[in-house]
């Protein structure tokens, strides 16, 4: 997914608040210090999750391997930025419009709510998702930079995402498909595990496994979701491609 700095225009900020909604859908106000992963997770989705007749974006619940759980989307767009994240080894929470950040911007009363909020490690990432087309949008300009200095004045990080890179983000999609670990059998993991895969091509692998060759090319795929192996995935993913040392091997 690219991402894309958005030019500051200078805002003065004053009084910066957080709104959150609680799991009771209790709305609170926090200042800015008190957020932290912990107080994320007594929270749900700020936004109410919207489906209505002719809207223009394509919404969705997607299940993350990241949340063993549904993360809510609410664009396309959105959802590519959603599997990237949960692709994403040191990404450990993953939270889909978190909250309303409101803030006084040049004397006017200003809130938006991030896409989403992904936590690594201690650093707390918020990312606004925009099509490129959009990013040169007076409004959406302004928007960003206010959002950035509130976010970045508070030492956490900020991200604009628009359209990822190809084949890159084909490829991660169609590993995702293999995400969740409970659907492949042990021993297909096993066989594969006890079989020396560095410098071997990911057909030569999925032919030494023993058992079922669809079983063994399944298994190798949930591998490559878990970076138990690693393969370069700006080509685009076939029998001929070379698995190099993941995590674990």
């Keep these: 997914m690219s991402s894309t700095s958005v030019v500051s225009t200078q805002c003065v900020l004053d009084r910066e608040q957080l709104s959150l909604r609680m799991v009771d859908d209790e709305i609170v106000q926090v200042p800015t210090w008190r957020l932290s992963p912990a107080l994320m997770a007594e929270t749900k989705p700020f936004r109410k999750f919207r489906w209505y007749r002719g809207q223009p974006h394509y919404s969705g619940a997607y299940w993350s391997s990241t949340e063993s759980a549904h993360v809510v989307y609410e664009s396309r767009l959105e959802l ?3 599997v990237l994240a949960d692709f994403d080894s040191t990404v450990t929470r993953i939270f ?4 309303m950040i409101r803030a006084r911007v040049d004397g006017r009363a200003r809130r938006h709510i991030p896409d989403y909020l992904f936590v690594r490690g201690a ?6 998702v925009k099509p490129m087309s959009r990013l040169e949008d007076p409004k959406v300009v302004e ?3 206010w959002v950035r200095e509130v976010v970045e004045s508070n030492g956490w990080g900020f991200e604009v995402a628009s359209e990822p890179e190809q084949p890159y983000f084909d490829n991660v999609r169609f590993i995702a498909g293999y995400r969740r670990a409970e659907l492949y059998v042990p021993t297909a993991l096993a066989n594969l595990r006890s079989l020396p895969l560095e410098g071997m091509s990911f057909g030569e692998a999925v032919g030494a496994a023993k058992g079922s060759e669809a079983l ?7 591998m490559l979701w878990t970076h138990e192996v690693e ?8 029998d001929k491609t070379i698995l190099m040392a993941g995590a674990a091997l």
């Design 123 to 128: 650093d707390l990432v918020f990312v606004a």
């Design 216 to 222: 063994a090319r399944a298994a190798l795929l949930h």
């Design 96 to 99: 889909a419009q978190p909250l």
């Design 143 to 145: 928007t960003l930079s």
């Design 80 to 82: 590519t930025r959603l």
């Design 231 to 238: 393969v370069d995935l700006s080509q685009v993913l076939c």
